[in-house]
């Protein structure tokens, strides 16, 4: 079962990566209003209401329905892109407003990842080998801290380290080292993430 959980881990990472390839900063900011707007509201009172219904109706702990809540809250982007584009409504005002909370889900997806391992239940009893971590026996505070401050240097390393490597692979003109490259990256990110005992996901 470990072994099963760990391909879908990989598998998610890979949908992860798809996905941050066609998020472009420029379009990003020009969407911004959008994004912030139809996209925070729809995350933020979806899962509120779903968060809300599961604590009326279930015996759940209140981390478990709020991460429930979170979960229902996000939708597949591949899903929805590939619906908009076959009834014609990508180019539509709604189609770009669906874009805009797609966009949102996916960015969200960071900071969910980061807040699950806070929600965790203490009575939930799991293995040894998935607590045994660099941040197991820390406080949450800060597990959180570390969480926050390993993010902050990934983005960094991949503004400052990334992109002169990457320059410098283009000119080799080898396709396969780039991307033996870029596979590298994402697996040692997730690598990391695995260390500090977060989903490698969250890489």
Same mark, same amino acid.
Request: aromatic content about 8%; overall charge neutral; hydrophobic content about 60%.
């Given at each position: 079962?470990?072994?099963?959980?760990?391909?879908?881990?990989?598998?998610?990472?890979?949908?992860?990566?798809?996905?941050?390839?066609?998020?472009?900063?420029?379009?990003?900011?020009?969407?911004?209003?959008?994004?912030?707007?139809?996209?925070?509201?729809?995350?933020?009172?979806?899962? *509120?209401?779903? =968060?809300?219904?599961? $604590?009326?109706?279930?015996?759940?702990?209140?981390?478990?329905? +709020? %991460?429930?809540? !979170?979960?229902?809250?996000?939708?597949?982007?591949?899903?929805?892109?590939?619906?908009?584009?076959?009834?014609?409504?990508?180019?539509?005002?709604?189609?770009?407003?669906?874009?805009?909370?797609?966009?949102?889900?996916?960015?969200?997806?960071?900071?969910?990842?980061?807040?699950?391992?806070?929600?965790?239940?203490?009575?939930?009893?799991?293995?040894?080998?998935?607590?045994?971590?660099?941040?197991?026996? *820390?406080?949450? =505070?800060?597990?959180? $801290?570390?969480?926050?401050?390993?993010?902050?240097?990934?983005? +960094? %390393?991949?503004? !400052?380290?990334?992109?002169?490597?990457?320059?410098?692979?283009?000119?080799?003109?080898?396709?396969?080292?780039?991307?033996?490259?870029?596979?590298?990256?994402?697996?040692?990110?997730?690598?990391?993430?695995?260390?500090?005992?977060?989903?490698?996901?969250?890489?």
């Amino acid at each position: 079962q470990t072994d099963v959980m760990h391909f879908a881990e990989y598998g998610v990472i890979m949908m992860l990566f798809l996905i941050g390839l066609e998020l472009v900063p420029r379009r990003l900011w020009q969407m911004r209003k959008a994004i912030l707007g139809l996209g925070g509201l729809q995350v933020g009172v979806t899962s *509120l209401l779903i =968060w809300l219904l599961m $604590l009326a109706l279930t015996d759940n702990a209140w981390q478990t329905s +709020l %991460a429930i809540g !979170f979960a229902l809250a996000l939708s597949s982007t591949a899903i929805v892109l590939q619906s908009l584009n076959e009834k014609g409504l990508i180019k539509t005002q709604a189609g770009r407003n669906a874009f805009s909370v797609l966009l949102f889900q996916d960015i969200a997806v960071i900071p969910i990842l980061a807040i699950f391992p806070l929600l965790a239940v203490s009575t939930i009893v799991v293995s040894d080998e998935l607590t045994d971590s660099f941040i197991s026996n *820390l406080p949450a =505070w800060s597990q959180l $801290l570390v969480t926050l401050l390993s993010i902050t240097g990934i983005i +960094l %390393a991949g503004r !400052f380290l990334s992109s002169p490597i990457f320059r410098f692979i283009a000119d080799t003109r080898l396709r396969e080292l780039f991307t033996a490259v870029a596979l590298l990256i994402v697996l040692a990110i997730a690598g990391l993430m695995t260390f500090i005992g977060l989903s490698p996901a969250l890489g």
